[in-house]
């Protein structure tokens, strides 16, 4: 929390006399059954995302930049960056890809196609989101291990669901969302924090606004219950590929 009431501020505050760089790394273990995070544990400053409902508060600060990723790249820009920089990543897909069915193995890095890592230097905007995977019949905005998630509910649903990876909150690809938004005509926004004064609440007002004639269907959206987090009931909690599959049936339906 001192990070985000202090470090944001600095660079605006001293007139752009005091650049520092701070990329603060943090974990979020929603579903992952770990402990909670104690500062203590790290040697450099953490923002705890261990708790879903802070995801929001960086892009609310708008001093900082949020990111969730699991890229290289995205690592090297915001090291190099000179605003602050919040890193977050799930804990859940330290292991590998989780679609959120908990009583499957998971796949492990080294044997997914997706797990080789480029040698050398090389860096990604921060604000890029990307098109995790394509199509035509729904676009789904989700970041973490929600993008996991949603392609496990696409493919299961038989939905041609185009899943777009924010990959950044706060610098936000608009741009990357609303093509897709324009072109599937329908809207599913996913993420782990609570429906309330969720960052899904932000996305689903700025498709709301830029492409209110291109909808052919309420936004739907997937989030965590509004409740204090049940690590007793946390799959009861997590929004899962059948909650996930539930809302893009709905959207191809209204």
Known sequence: ?????????????????????????????????VTLIDLRDYPLPLYDGDLEAKEGLPENAKKLKALFLEHKGLLISSI???????????????????????????????????GEVPEGYYTVPLESAKVFRPGKDVTVIAYGTMVWVSEAAAN????????????????????????????????????????TSGFGAELMALVQENCFYQLEAPIERVTGWDTPYPH?????????PDRVGDALRRAMEG
């Open 232 to 240: 007793a009931q946390e799959w009861a909690y997590f929004p899962g």
């Open 80 to 114: 190099e960056n000179d605003d602050p920089v919040i890193f977050l990543e799930p804990k859940r897909i330290y292991n590998g890809p989780f679609d959120g069915h908990h009583d499957k193995p998971v796949v492990p890095w080294s044997k997914h196609p997706t």
């Open 156 to 195: 299961e649903t038989g939905i041609d669901a185009e899943i777009i990876d924010l990959r950044s909150i706060w610098p936000m690809d608009l741009d990357t969302i609303l093509e897709s938004v324009e072109k599937t005509r329908r809207c599913v926004i996913v993420h782990e924090a609570t429906k």
């Open 1 to 33: 929390m001192k990070i985000l009431a202090f470090a944001g501020a600095t660079r605006t505050e001293s007139w752009n006399k005091k650049l520092i760089k701070i990329a603060a790394a943090g974990a979020k273990a929603a579903g992952a059954e």
